[in-house]
């Protein structure tokens, strides 16, 4: 049996924290999602002005790059460039950049995904969180 390293809570509040420190710093107002390694929520933050439905699209990218152990963005390209059948894949939502996943030697532990302001901006965002962790 094989050990893999996991997200903590005070993993989870460093991410939390530096994300909103990045949004708040160029007044972006967004929900910041962060998920285990299955993509189950184990954060969600939304920030005063950020719309209604960005509380359901971050963890939806959140959820993605967690399982998926790649940005979101590859999906948004691959179904730009013309693979709209990828659109049917099972139990896969949130299809746009801003999800990114956290990468721990070559282990997905999780993911963060943003939504609220353009979506290279959500990027932005969640990979300033992940970066709190200094890894």
């Known amino acids: 049996m094989r050990t893999k390293p996991a997200l903590i809570l005070d993993d989870v509040k460093k991410i939390a924290a530096a994300a909103e420190a990045e949004a708040v710093a160029h007044k972006w107002a967004v929900s910041i999602a962060i998920v285990d390694d299955g993509g189950h929520l184990l954060w969600l933050q ?3 002005g950020a719309p209604a439905t960005s509380a359901m699209i971050g ?4 959820h993605t790059a ?11 390209d691959v179904i730009n ?3 709209y059948s990828f659109l049917s894949a099972p139990g896969i939502n949130g299809m746009l950049e ?4 956290i990468m721990v030697g070559g282990e997905c532990v999780g ?3 943003v939504s609220g ?7 932005q965002i969640a990979r300033a969180g992940i970066a709190a962790l200094g890894l």
Do not use: F, M
Not at 59 to 62: L, T, V
């Open 46 to 48: 939304r920030l005063d």
């Open 59 to 62: 963890p939806a990218k959140a």
């Open 66 to 76: 967690a399982l998926g152990q790649r940005e979101t963005k590859v999906y948004e």
């Open 81 to 83: 460039n013309g693979r």
């Open 98 to 101: 801003g999800g990114v996943p």
């Open 111 to 113: 993911a963060v995904g």
């Open 117 to 123: 302001v353009k979506s290279n901006e959500d990027a």
